[in-house]
DNA sequence: CATGAATGAGGCTTCATTCAT
DNA sequence: GATGAATGAAGCCTCATTCAT
């Protein structure tokens, strides 16, 4: 029974997870009632209210379910022995949140999740946490890029993570606002060409 | 008397969206309440529905309101003879939207904006068509750079500004949920590390 | 300089009472507002508030303006030495009211007005006055009509009033509600029938 | 389970109505505000919205209400063989109208919904049908009288209608704006009187 | 466990009215 | 006399949340 039990819980809670994902994603946060919620999951609100205690702490369930995703991404995107290109790494990050978390509405969420992480602390704490992730994840790609040699040797890896952890975000941004020009191949093109930049001396800045 | 009139309207029009941005900065859109606006400006609510016909209109004049600035922010950049290294154009205008238009408010703003304009299409076209531009101003930089022979002759000057449109949102995004590490000098760092990569030919991308 | 400021006075209130009529003809008294008066008359609230202490008493001075002219109506009607049939009394009625008070809103205002005149004192006792004075004058046409032994002796003029008061506000509800087949002629020629119906003996009212 | 939940809601749905109807009869439409209903009918404004989505779906369901209770006052009164006399017919009407349908305050109701009608189109529906329905009954009952040969024989049926559909709502309007003389027992006397008034011919109408 | 009716605070907005100029 | 900006009470309605069944 305890197992039979537990499972069943799971059940639900996914269920709820999926029908407020698909909500958020199509509505936004605060169009979406959780009367939406209720319908969609099929549900009533004594059900849902059993399994998450309130709105916020639904969304933060969200939220954090992305943590686990993108964790297994980063992880899988540095299986291998070798560091592949830069671009390349960071076309199957992009490829990663684009074509394999976005169908499920994911992508539409996050610049939800940004504002409202930055006024809600379990949604600040989800939300930093998963980019703070990222970034760290970025500067150990930095560091080993700089061992390997192919970052200057006195370069500092969390300045180089904290511009390459801008590019996906932005990149999120760019898709849902001005269209799907902005795909994985271009991003991929673009940083391939900024990367053989001719990096000409100046003798100073004007900041 | 017209003058006067004319003058005072738009002194009451800013007080209003000062007020407004002071709010939203403190508490985003939707904990803000008009109640706090009034609050905030002084003024009653009839008094702010004369001059604003809704919350969304005030949030949307709002929106097109740092269009201008950062028009004028992109002009100013480019102001010089010869095209700074990309670098130096990226500090500046992180240093333009950082350091001039940060301590109204604007930049706390930003993510409340992106996440709304998702849904909103009156916001929608204050922030794509924002984003929009800046695309395009990056996309002309490329062309530059690319016909100074500064990026390889034969890249994408569209890709490339996608990839450089991103850093300026990610950096705030940063900013605001993993704190001030993510600075101007910072990004210009790590952008500047990049620049130098050592680009080491790949024989098949993993995609 | 008096007369000057008297006949301004009045072109004033008729400026304004004639706009507030004509919205409250298209909009009715609630939907209608302040602020469309003002516009409608191309006066600025205060100039209004100069003329009229509240929106009742605008609403007053309009009731209160139909009394004179159904006052005249009625008169017009009975100028002559003898009596006309009762249909063409009751034809003559409908056109005045219809025909030349309807144009300028009167009718459509009636209802809005009965509704009113339930809640509003001021509006009561106009409204009420108005169709007390109709019932009154038709008690005087009854009494005539039983002196002319066109009515039996012992009628009640009252209650024949009561009856004939009832048509003129059921035909405008008529026009308003189901449309202008509720004519005047017709109206003359379905009492025209009426009146010369067989009023069969019955032994007991169920009643 | 089923069976009590819906009883259960429409338990609700009267005890709304009444205190709908109560508080409308009492103030009017527009000078109720929700609160007042909320307090009369000891719900709260979410409970309430859940039967009613608005202020004028709560007003259209109380003026649709009378339908059917008009509609069975009619079809009682014609329920005989024989067709009473017109006065008797029109006296059990307004009897219906006053005595049984006046205690519960529907009466006083009425003219706030004749005037409603003009600009809402819902309460347009409800109470021209209603109108229109009265009509057409008082068409069928003059086909009948004329088929009987107590009206002319070239009349038309639809202008007695017209006239005699007149009578209820203008008693109506004199019981609420002039007091109770108007009552049933003085109409039908009135309407007498006036079915045996002696027509004397005339040359030609002033119309 | 699940239901869904009920709660009620609080949000946005309107509009009659006032008053400094 | 006239203007029109400003006031602020009050209205309608939503929705996260609770709880009796």
Redesign the interface.
Same mark, same amino acid.
């Given at each position: 029974m305890p197992r039979v039990t537990e499972e069943h819980r799971e059940r639900r809670r996914r269920q709820i997870l999926d029908a407020a994902r698909s909500c958020f994603a199509r509505?936004?946060f605060?169009?979406t009632s959780l009367q939406d919620i209720f319908k969609e999951s099929g549900l009533s609100a004594g059900a849902v209210y059993r399994y998450f205690r309130s709105k916020d702490e639904l969304i933060g369930a969200i939220a954090a379910r992305s943590q686990p995703l993108v964790a297994a991404l980063l992880e899988e995107i540095l299986g291998e022995e070798e560091l592949?290109? /830069?671009?390349?790494i960071v *076309? =199957?990050f992009a %490829?990663g949140v684009i074509e394999r978390m976005g169908p499920s509405g994911v992508v539409?969420i996050a610049?939800?999740a940004? *504002?409202? *992480?930055?006024?809600n602390p379990t949604i %600040?704490v989800a939300?930093?946490g998963l980019?703070?992730d990222v =970034?760290l994840w970025w500067t150990r790609v930095a560091e080993r $890029?700089r061992d390997e040699? =192919? /970052?200057?040797p006195d370069?500092?890896p969390?300045?180089?993570?904290?511009?390459?952890?801008? &590019? &996906?975000?932005? $990149?999120i $941004?760019?898709r849902? /606002?001005?269209g799907e020009?902005?795909d994985?191949e #271009? #991003? =991929? *093109?673009?940083?391939?060409? $900024?990367?053989?930049?001719?990096?000409?001396p100046?003798e100073g800045?004007?900041?």
């Open positions: 509505k936004g605060h169009e592949p290109p /830069l671009d390349e *076309a =199957r %490829h539409r610049p939800q940004w *504002a409202l *992480a930055m006024y %600040h939300i930093g980019l703070g =970034r $890029l040699g =192919r /970052l200057p370069c500092d969390k300045a180089v993570a904290i511009v390459l952890t801008s &590019i &996906i975000p932005g $990149l $941004l760019q849902l /606002l001005l020009d902005a994985v #271009t #991003t =991929r *093109a673009g940083l391939h060409a $900024l990367l053989a930049v001719d990096q000409r100046v800045s004007a900041l």
